[in-house]
């Protein structure tokens, strides 16, 4: 059984992927945390998820037909929340709580209380092996629905990664999809200069997968990439992103990993995201 009529789809994913960029920037700002430029670079992988793709129900965040998806770079986790909030799972007031002393809105992901969060990540090379899992007993069920990680690319510096990538393709596991954020940058420096991933695309194809590679900010372009495998193989698609998309000061910044945008550096982000279409 599968969700009927998901009430996120058929979202005009550009605005979706706006409104999640303006959440971020005002719930890491006034709560103080970071990763503002991590989430900024995933936005438009999560307005084309819950858009068109993924099929949930706020109004049954537990359907047993509902697809799975399963945020692996925890630390963005704003995004997440925002994206939820602007499918209709909590009210967006709730998103002014987030990172506050006692909210449930912490600022890796979290489950806990949070209709529409399947896995609480935040320790990096996790979330690849739980959607593994999920997507076995899936296919050993005979149930249809699609399971979904979101990875940084600095966590594919984990060899927990790797074994997950093995046993998926082992196991033939075609209800797995796997996107890895390929902003080039992760917490202290360049993915370059930390580790090394080229060639990137040859090493996933190596161990068994349906590989697609795309401009992780191209709407139509994601929407035919995250099609289910047409191999009988997981599939993982490599999108390419920026860093801080969306800010011109934050974007290519190692900076603004961690960095908070307050004062005047909020004001400048925040007129630049409202003037987007």
Request: charged share 20%; with cysteine; proline share 4%.
């Amino acid at each position: 059984m599968v969700v009927d009529h998901p009430s996120c789809l058929g979202k005009d994913t550009r605005q979706l992927a706006k409104a999640i960029r303006l959440h971020c920037l005002r719930m890491t700002s006034t709560g103080g945390s970071s990763h503002i430029g991590s989430c900024l670079s995933i936005a438009d992988i999560l307005a084309v998820l819950y858009g068109r793709c993924l099929r949930v129900e706020p109004s049954q965040p537990k359907h047993p037909g509902r697809d799975r998806f399963i945020l692996s770079k925890g630390h963005a986790g704003a995004a997440v929340y925002a994206t939820l909030a602007e499918c209709g799972f909590m009210p967006t007031a709730k998103l002014a709580t987030h990172y506050q002393d006692g909210s449930d809105l912490s600022g890796h992901v979290s489950h806990k209380g949070i209709p529409g969060v399947e896995l609480s990540t935040g320790s990096l090379g996790h979330g690849l092996g739980v959607a593994a899992g999920m997507a076995l007993a899936a296919q050993q069920s005979g149930q249809p629905h699609r399971v979904v990680a979101l990875l940084s690319d600095g966590e594919c510096d984990e060899g927990s990664n790797w074994e997950a990538i093995l046993f998926a393709a082992h196991h033939r596991l075609d209800r797995l999809l796997a996107i890895v954020d390929y902003n080039k940058i992760q917490s202290l420096d360049e993915v370059d200069k930390t580790i090394r991933l080229e060639p990137f695309t040859a090493k996933w194809e190596a161990f068994g997968w349906e590989v697609r590679r795309c401009d992780g900010h191209d709407h139509e372009a994601m929407a035919a990439a995250f099609a289910p495998s047409r191999e009988r193989r997981p599939v993982v698609v490599i999108a390419d992103t920026i860093k801080g998309k969306g800010v011109s000061f934050m974007e290519h910044q190692v900076l603004w990993h961690y960095r908070t945008a307050r004062g005047e550096e909020f004001s400048a982000a925040l007129l630049e995201l409202e003037a987007q279409s």
